[in-house]
């Protein structure tokens, strides 16, 4: 397994441009399902969860192929309608091909994702939902074996904001016999996506970015082209990591309206943040000043930021708190941490992070999910001497060539192969 060796970094110069958005992308493939035709998605991270998307796709008889930042997928008249477990325990993202296969097909089985390192993360609200659109669903030996002759548009009123249960619902309403309001839908960025790409295949997609999303379904829908926007967490990563540094850094390619929330918290901590049209501009200077949050579904402050802005408060003159509040186990991150010398301390679901004590001192620590990994990276930046972080197959799964772009900004960072 391959290891990331991160010295104590200078100020972080220059400028990188943002790759695109892998939960957009994520979607955005299984979506293809729902028309035959070739489809062509631009602007693609070159990924390991995007390589698991897409051999999901080839493994349900699509053929896709991915050249540089392009992935075309052919999708046939007729696919399998059954996601192994071995496929789906890769990446829990696979649940939706659920949605498009059900709505397509009238049958789809797929293997239950489970829970991982952040959660139990269950599918109840997926599974209600399409339940409450006529499909009768069961789950056998691991599996959610789904069964609709076509299903109905219907109003799903959402027990909580959920991004994949939306979007499984938004891409079976597509094929759905009339219309399907869902009420609390997600209102990310991605969901703005993912109804861009439906309305250019077809779909009568109305209020996507609001709590109400309104959609029309259709008999058949049509193949489309369409460019993936770009990761506002990849982009939160690299801004915290100019900020740790008290570098001063120009992020292209991004979209600062995505990242407002953030942005806000860096600005009281006393990082300059300034945002054009695609472009983002930091520049940072110790001390910085302390800061609390509570993580919410979008446009609240993002989960998957929170573990990147904990390493950066180990560094604010004085106690931040941070409190977790969309998933159940999302600190685990601290440990290791603490490893370096940070001080903090869990009550609940809030950490309250001491900072402006000693300094952060480099030591073998371990990731254990995607965003723990960069939390990690970004703390060795400021650590004394060498931070190792293992496991950091954990990182490959959603940045595109993190440690590329840290190096053009002058980071000290080497990825130890195994
Ligand atoms: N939940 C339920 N029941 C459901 C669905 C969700 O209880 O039926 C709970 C989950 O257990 C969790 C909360 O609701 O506690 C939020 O889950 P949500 O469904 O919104 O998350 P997701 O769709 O599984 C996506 C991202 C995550 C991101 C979350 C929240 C993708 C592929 N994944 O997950 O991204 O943290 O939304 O914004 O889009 C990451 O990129 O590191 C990552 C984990």
Redesign the pocket.
């Known amino acids: 397994m391959d290891k990331m060796s991160v010295m104590k970094s200078n100020p972080l110069r220059g400028e990188v441009a943002i790759s695109g958005a ?2 957009s992308a ?1 979607p955005l493939i299984f979506a293809t399902l729902l028309a035959k035709g070739k489809h062509q998605l631009k602007n693609v991270p070159q990924l390991n969860d995007i390589d698991s998307a897409l051999s999901l796709m080839d493994s349900l008889g699509c053929q896709s192929q991915m050249k540089n930042n392009e992935v075309t997928i052919d999708i046939g008249e007729k696919l399998e309608t059954l996601a192994h477990y071995d496929q789906v325990r890769k990446m ?2 696979s649940i939706l091909v659920l949605g498009p296969l059900l709505a397509r097909f009238g049958v789809a089985q797929v293997s239950l994702p489970g829970g991982c390192a ?9 599974l209600d939902a399409l339940k409450k659109m006529g499909a009768e669903i069961d789950v056998v030996s691991g599996y959610v074996v789904a069964k609709a002759k076509r299903l109905k548009g219907a109003v799903i009123d959402l027990p ?1 904001a ?4 939306t979007e499984n619902i938004m891409m079976a309403a597509s094929l759905a016999d009339g219309i399907t309001t869902i009420n609390n839908a ?1 209102r ?1 960025p ?1 969901i703005v996506d993912l109804a861009h790409l439906l309305i250019k295949m077809g779909v009568v997609v109305e209020g996507a970015g609001s709590s109400t999303i309104k959609i029309t379904g259709q008999n058949s829908l049509r193949a489309a082209e369409h460019e993936v926007i770009p990761d506002r ?1 990849e982009t939160g990563t690299l801004m915290v990591a100019a900020a740790i540094t008290q570098g001063e850094v120009t992020l292209r390619k991004c979209d600062p309206t995505h990242l407002e929330s953030f942005t806000q918290v860096l600005e009281e901590m006393g990082v300059k943040c300034c945002g054009e049209k695609n472009s983002i501009h930091i520049k940072s200077q110790y001390p910085l000043k302390t800061a609390g949050v509570v993580t919410e ?1 979008y446009p609240g402050f ?3 930021l929170q573990a990147q802005l904990m390493a950066l408060m180990t560094q604010a003159q004085g106690r931040s708190t941070i409190t977790e509040k ?3 186990n999302r600190f685990m991150h601290i440990s290791e941490l603490t490893r370096l010398g940070a001080q903090i301390e869990v009550h609940d679901k809030t950490a309250t992070i001491k900072g402006g004590g000693k300094p952060l001192v480099g030591a073998p620590v371990m990731a254990t ?3 723990a990994s960069a939390c990690l990276i970004l703390a060795g930046l400021v650590a004394e001497g060498e931070t190792v972080v293992n496991r950091i197959y954990h990182l490959d799964r ?1 940045y595109e060539k993190l440690e590329n772009k840290l190096s053009l900004l002058g980071a000290s960072i080497k990825r130890i192969k195994s």
């Open positions: 892998k939960n994520l829990r993202a952040i959660g139990a993360r269950p599918i109840g609200m997926h909580f959920t991004v994949g249960g997600a990310e991605e967490i579904p993002p989960t998957d969309v998933f159940e999910d995607l965003r959603g």
